[in-house]
């Protein structure tokens, strides 16, 4: 247990559908992330928040929505997605302080996402 | 254009020897190195970190070496164990920001 929860853990959707990944960090942290990893790529960032402000959008298509109600939660609202978007989803946290007292990232267990 | 390359995608090592894996990067304004390890239907779990400001890192049987000049860095582990098998996540990051950049994995297979 990472004190990062991820949910659903497998999700398969039509390309027509809506749908949300939803995470939850227990760790006290202020900057939450968005990865996706394909096969054979590395982790790319998605979306980072801080602060519950987004900070950084890695140029990802408008289909992937984020939401940051809080600093310990984050969703990723799905909609009209394409197979090629099937992947992992990881969830991740940080403290971040400038420099000063950062911690490394926490990840959660991924949503195996398969876009059919 | 990839910060972060792990150029082997995977490697075999026999149980008690040792386990070297390789990283390179091309930002000079990353200061902080990290690996991780991930295990099939889980997330990356942290494992051992280096700062720009040292050249090795020791945490039990893991060890990173950092050469700045070579903009390289690797991980030691030693002895191997077959529970060490995973893909190991090479990462950086640069002191105006704090999103990590991995490089692409590579797959270890400790074998008994």
């Known amino acids: 247990e990472t004190g990062v929860t991820q949910t659903p853990r497998h999700l398969v959707m039509g390309m027509t559908n809506k749908k949300s990944l939803k995470c939850e960090q227990h760790?006290?942290?202020?900057?939450m992330y968005w990865y996706k990893q394909s096969a054979k790529k590395p982790l790319e960032l998605m979306f980072v928040y801080n602060f519950k402000e987004q900070t950084e959008n890695n140029s990802v298509p408008s289909r992937f929505s984020p939401e940051c109600p809080n600093s310990s939660h984050l969703f990723l609202h799905l909609h009209t997605l394409q197979p090629e978007d099937s992947a992992l989803y990881l969830c991740?946290?940080?403290?971040w302080g400038g420099g000063r007292g950062d911690t490394e990232a926490f990840f959660g267990q991924g949503t195996r996402l398969t876009v059919v | 254009d990839q910060q972060v390359k792990q150029n082997s995608p995977s490697l075999s090592v026999q149980e008690g020897r040792i386990s070297i894996l390789n990283c390179d990067y091309t930002?000079?304004?990353?200061?902080?190195f990290l690996w991780y390890k991930k295990y099939p239907a889980e997330g990356p779990t942290f494992l051992i970190s280096i700062s720009s400001i040292k050249d090795k890192n020791e945490d039990g049987r893991f060890t990173v070496f950092l050469n700045k000049s070579a903009k390289h860095l690797s991980l030691h582990i030693v002895p191997s164990q077959p529970g060490d098998s995973a893909v190991y996540f090479c990462?950086?990051?640069?002191?105006?920001?704090?999103?990590?950049?991995f490089g692409k994995g590579t797959s270890l297979l400790v074998t008994p």
């Open positions: 760790l006290g942290h202020n900057a």
């Open positions: 930002n000079s304004m990353f200061d902080y």
């Open positions: 991740a946290s940080s403290h």
């Open positions: 990462a950086a990051k640069g002191n105006s920001g704090y999103a990590l950049n």
